[in-house]
């Protein structure tokens, strides 16, 4: 969850003596930092800096360092939402895994999905790094962590406790695309007329995730069966608490309730982030997608009559709509599911 009050963005130059202070304060050295402050996090509090986490990109391997929060403010899982947001950046900069060095926090970042392993199995590319040239002790200990497999640790997580479920990657792009080609050329319940590539597919799915969730499904095999995502409602500034849905699932997996996991999962995300209203527009006829959008809470609120050519006929689209919470009177502008989970 996203902590009250608290916000995350990355470092800018001017930062950097309200960094240095608190790595200071901390007993983090700050050898090296300055060299990497474009991968840099800060938390900020009341206009304050209250914590930081930072990044060393050594080829296609990250280095975690300079975890640090304000005392006053330790407990309340800033460190947290720090090194889900490193995580999420090291992905985005296309690295496979992530090291750390620590003397006094193993058990902490344990609980993270980072295990220990033996110095000397460390990367070469992390040996340039001052942290592994006297910086740190030589008692520090290396713990490493994947960023590709299934054992993320994000907030999000209670949400994707359905088997099978997890956000997607650009490299699902293939599979995704082959789900909604047939749903394309088949059929009405897409208005698109023809089938976006894998790599107009791996756009779409990368460009949604910095802002809000793409989730997939996997069959007993591994294998994308399924995906759900939210996009936008309206472009003005009134609507950002408002979002539209979708859902998708592969032709031999549909009647299994891939489709109502997928959108049980988003639907508590899209809350979570501080979303109120969530949205979804149906081609008519389909009582299958209406029996799963119903399942999960959308009513009915109205139909566009005529609204699409495809096929040869009009066709009408209906407006389904779900409340995600009850409307704040004085709502603080959604987080970013980047932000807030570390996508």
């Not at 999420?88 to 895994?97: T, V």
């Not at 058990?107 to 040239?133: E, G, N, T």
């Amino acid at each position: 969850m996203q902590v009250a009050g608290v916000s995350l963005r990355s470092m800018i130059e001017s930062d950097w003596p309200a960094v240095a202070d608190l790595l200071h304060s901390c007993h983090l050295p700050l050898e090296g930092a300055r060299d990497h402050l474009q991968d840099f996090v800060v938390a900020v509090w009341a206009g304050d800096i209250v914590g930081v986490a930072g990044l060393e990109c050594w080829g296609k391997v990250g280095l975690l360092r300079s975890v640090a929060v304000l005392a006053r403010h330790r407990g309340a899982g800033i460190a947290r939402q720090l090194i889900d947001r490193v995580c999420a950046h090291a992905r985005s900069r296309g690295l496979s895994d992530l090291y750390l060095l620590t003397t006094s926090a193993a058990d902490y970042f344990s609980r993270l999905a980072f295990a220990q392993i033996q110095r000397r199995d460390a990367p070469s590319a992390l040996l340039a790094s001052v942290q592994f040239q006297g910086v740190c002790p030589c008692s520090a200990l290396l713990l490493h962590r994947p960023l590709n497999g299934s054992d993320d640790m994000t907030p999000f997580a209670e949400h994707l406790t359905a088997k099978g479920l997890r956000v997607a990657r650009a490299s699902d792009a293939g599979a995704v695309a082959a789900i909604y080609r047939p749903v394309v050329e088949r059929t009405t319940i897409s208005f698109e007329l023809t089938p976006p590539s894998e790599e107009e597919m791996r756009q779409r799915i990368t460009s949604v995730l910095p802002q809000l969730p793409w989730l997939v499904s996997e069959d007993e095999n591994g294998k994308v069966n399924g995906y759900s995502y939210a996009s936008r409602h309206r472009e003005r500034a009134a609507y950002q608490w408002s979002v539209d849905t979708t859902v998708y699932v592969r032709e031999d997996s549909r009647g299994k309730g891939v489709g109502k996991r997928l959108y049980a999962a988003l639907l508590h995300i899209l809350k979570d982030l501080g979303y109120v209203q969530a949205y979804a527009g149906i081609a008519l006829p389909n009582a299958a997608s209406v029996g799963v959008h119903e399942s999960v809470g959308f009513l009915p609120v109205g139909i566009y009559r005529n609204a699409g050519f495809k096929h040869g006929d009009w066709r009408d689209v209906g407006w389904w709509q779900c409340a995600l919470q009850a409307p704040p009177t004085d709502p603080r502008a959604p987080a970013t599911f980047s932000g807030w989970a570390g996508a």
